[in-house]
């Protein structure tokens, strides 16, 4: 599934694309909403709510959709070959004379009021990446229930909204200890360094094409050839480190201590982490 810093890149395409102009062809391919036409009206703006897109549109309407674990945007210009995948996977065209937006494997895809936005979006805690990121409130929402895993405490986008499975993974291992450790056994004062680190990581990605969580060495300048200093070889580049600490690594070699990292399911999503460096229960 993605994170929010892919839906928020996937929102800032779209509004690119679309925002401003006079949609040309509309066409959403679910049976409920199938008969809707949007043509000739103009896209307002395209706004990510945490892991939820927001297309509103003019005369006060709200195309919602959410992309889950397969659903993409991609975007298309005149005549340019569509391959986003078959046809038939195909759930929502959006089209001015410049840009044409497909939606593929949409599981979420709904027109409502842009006034009624709440019945899609209201039930999801502050947005890591929104202008309403309150963390004080993220960190009073995953208290509330203090004896669940911090890991399905993380992913609940009803705490906060934006952290992914990814991200999950990443953020135990920074604050080592493992995704079962219940969220009441955490030291003193680690949750709220782990929303603020939460917020800077996703905030960090927000732009960036691949998103990293490890602290990227950089290469050390080589001294002016013109300019050698006698007696001194040129200092060789630093290595740059892998993009993410543990998820997608198990097996291979952790990237602090060198043991193996682990993977296994949580409520049915990978789940990777160091037994050396994060301490806490395991399945």
């Known amino acids: ?20 102009r006079v949609l040309t062809h509309a066409d959403l391919r679910v049976p409920r909403f ?28 709200t ?9 993409a945007w991609r975007i ?30 949409l599981p979420v895809l709904e027109l409502l009021r842009t006034s009624e936005e709440s019945k899609a979006v209201g039930h999801l805690g502050p947005d890591l990446l929104g ?17 669940r895993p911090l890991g399905e405490a993380l992913l609940d986008q009803r705490n906060l909204a934006g952290i992914g499975n990814v991200y999950k ?3 135990c291992f920074l604050a080592r200890v493992t995704p079962w450790l219940p969220v009441c056994a955490l030291p003193d004062g680690t949750l ?14 927000r732009e960036r094409p691949t998103r990293t969580t490890t602290i990227r060495a950089e290469r050390r300048p080589r001294p002016d050839p013109s300019a050698p200093v006698p007696g001194k070889r040129p200092l060789p580049p630093l290595r740059v480190q892998e993009p993410l600490y ?38």
């Open 63 to 71: 195309l919602h959709s959410h992309l889950r674990m397969d659903g």
């Open 131 to 147: 202008p309403d990121w309150n963390p004080g409130l993220a960190v009073e929402r995953l208290l509330a229930a203090p004896d």
């Open 34 to 61: 199938a008969t809707a036409d949007l043509s000739g009206r103009t896209v307002l703006d395209v706004t990510a709510r945490g892991k939820h897109l927001l297309t509103r549109v003019e005369g006060g309407l």
């Open 1 to 20: 599934m993605p994170e929010g810093d892919t839906v928020l890149q996937t929102a800032a395409r779209l509004h690119a694309a679309l925002a401003g």
């Open 192 to 205: 709220p360094r782990l929303v603020a680190l939460a917020h800077r990581l996703l905030d960090a990605n």
């Open 169 to 171: 993974c990443e953020l």
């Open 76 to 105: 298309y210009a005149p005549g340019e070959r569509w391959r986003g995948g078959p046809g038939h996977q195909i759930r929502a065209v959006l089209a001015n004379t410049d840009r044409t937006a497909v939606g593929y494997r």
């Open 246 to 283: 543990v998820y997608g690594r198990g097996g291979r070699p952790c990237l602090r201590c060198g043991t193996p990292i682990r993977k296994i399911d949580q409520e049915d999503r990978p789940t990777y982490w160091c037994p050396a460096c994060q301490s806490g229960p395991t399945p």
